[in-house]
Each structure stands twice: as C-alpha cells, then as structure tokens.
C-alpha cells in the first residue's frame, strides 16, 4: 500500500506556503485533492504553456440558475477531472443549490483513488454572477 500511496505523488502545496523558509509540499491524497482543486479554479485559456488545461464551468458564470445549467456545470467538472486527473474516478457530481446564498452552486465530487482504493468527496463552490460577492 505505501508504493501505491507514492504513485499518488508530492507537490507543491496549493496556493503557495511556506514553512522554515522552504516550499511546503503535499503528498498523496492531499497532492490529490490540490490538483482536483487547481483543475477547477482554471479557466481553459488561463495557463499559457496549456492553453486547453482547467475546467469550462468559468464559461457558465453569468447563466441563470435552471435544471440545463446543472447539466451543462456537470459536465463540464466530469470532463475535466476525466481529461487531466486520471489519478481518480469519479463516482458522483451533484451540484447542490445553497440554502442562504442565491449566487452559490455546491459542487460535490465524489471520488475514488485508482491506486489504493479509498474514496473521499470534495465540495467545491461555484458562485454565479461574477464572484464570491456578488449579490
């Protein structure tokens, strides 16, 4: 089990910290989870040298909250994931409205690490009209 948890690779850890003056770094499923993150904070478009690389659901910020909407953000992190963290296969996207913010869209991922077997979820939100602030 400790090779398969190794596959899952270290990194830098996401946003950049520091620790005793060096780079923090994170490992297995932390390195995991970063990446998951990273992948849906990235526009397509954003990465010079990857132009292609993030997620779509950037595209769908200023749409109206409907039953399509919910498909097309669906579709676009199951994409995504599929196409740039093959580390994992996702057993389950739901994208929940929030109960006290109109403009929030929960985004629950459920996954699996190939390597090892283990399942986690990670929530990830989605806020609609142009950022955390919007009204």
Not at 12 to 41: H, K, N, Y
Not at 47 to 63: N, S
Not at 73 to 92: C, H, P, S
Request: proline fraction near 4%; charge should be negative.
């Amino acid at each position: 089990m400790a090779g398969a948890r190794k596959f899952l690779g270290t990194g830098w850890t996401s946003p950049l910290r520091f620790a005793d003056g060096r780079l923090e770094t994170a490992s297995a499923d932390d390195c995991v989870e970063q990446a998951i993150w990273a992948i849906l904070e990235t526009a397509p478009g954003e990465r010079l040298m990857r132009p292609d690389f993030g997620c779509a659901i950037h595209d769908l910020v200023f749409e109206t909250p409907s039953a399509a909407l919910v498909g097309q953000i669906n579709r676009a992190v199951f994409t995504a994931l599929t196409k740039y963290e093959q580390r994992i296969e996702i057993l389950g996207i739901e994208v929940i409205p929030d109960e006290e913010s109109d403009n929030l869209l929960k985004i629950e991922i459920d996954y699996r690490l190939r390597s090892v077997n283990s399942r986690f979820s990670l929530v990830y939100p989605f806020y609609l009209g142009g950022g955390a602030n919007a009204q």
